[in-house]
């Protein structure tokens, strides 16, 4: 009966198909607009082409949480509901000329966490239902990123793809070390400065192996597909060729963004080489297997959260009903995990 318990301590996500080996069920369409003006819930939307957040609490306080719904106004996880890969059928202003099948198989979903230039560090919360976005908390006190000398915060609008994760159980071949317990992180180099919580699609362009405490921490440096410059990116080259000196700022930052915290500088893989885009696919098909696997309780996923609305086949696959209760009171006590599992279970009659 308490059926909602497992719900909250793991997740499932949602069915499709996308030629890397595994056919989920289609779940609802998300090429459709978001009705104007609506609203759910008391905090103020932003509309995006295919997904909603809604705001709980106040921003840079503890309590903050940015939830998200599809168009249809259900509560989603971004870590397990939103689609790896850019769905054929949906058209978000992306350029669909199918002839270039292999820029499109190159076409995927990238959440926002970070705009570019603010230095706030907002992240999916992994480990609670529903995976909201969050301002880290470190020693009790909000995390804010230092300002690496000559810039401003982030250097890039950050985020993450979602359906992968970074197996902290399993070791990477190629950099001998276990991941970071998270979904892979995307840099994207676009002119624009994005918002948090923005769903875009991106093309992958290469990546960067950090090793940050013994742990595999990949950086996807990928840029937004509806850039006026995206037409001249391809692979990791071109980063080089058309914004010169932004990947080794790129990898600067990574370097010294925890020194000013009293920590070593971080270290990177293939000394800190850029690999290109194919290796990047690769690592990305890697991660999103690792998510498969969490998802469908074929792994230990330790505190992560994989409650979901979409994934049918998943253990942790919970209702629409089941999921608007749990922001209605996970939102009204966000740090008190354990209370809010009874108070699911209260609500819900499990």
Known sequence: MRALLPLLRAGSGWGWGWGWG????????????APRGARAGPGPHRAMASYRTEERGQPRS???????????????????DIPLKVDSTEENGIPTKRARSDEYENLFNMVVEVPRWTNAKMEIATKEPLNPIKQDIKDGKLRYVANIFPHKGYIWNYGAL????????????STDCCGDNDPIDVCEIGSKVLSCGEVIPVKILGILALIDQGETDWKIIAINVNDPEASKFHDI???????????????????FYKVPEGKPENQFAFNGEFKNKA?????????????????????????????????????FHCTQEEARSIVELVSSSPNQESNTEDQVWHFLGK
């Open 279 to 315: 290796f990047a696919l690769d690592v990305i098909k890697s991660t999103h297997e690792c998510w498969k696997a969490l998802l469908m309780k074929k792994c230990d996923g330790g505190a992560i959260k994989c409650t979901n609305v979409h994934i049918c086949d998943s253990p």
């Open 62 to 80: 503890p309590g903050y949480r940015l939830f998200f719904q599809n168009v249809a106004g259900h509560y989603i996880s971004p870590f397990h």
């Open 22 to 33: 595994w056919g989920w069920r289609a779940g609802p369409p998300a090429a459709a607009r």
């Open 162 to 173: 979602p359906q992968t994760w970074e197996d902290p159980h399993r070791k990477d071949k």
């Open 237 to 255: 080259d071109d980063v080089k060729k058309y914004k010169p000196g932004y990947l080794e700022a790129t990898l600067n930052w990574f370097r």
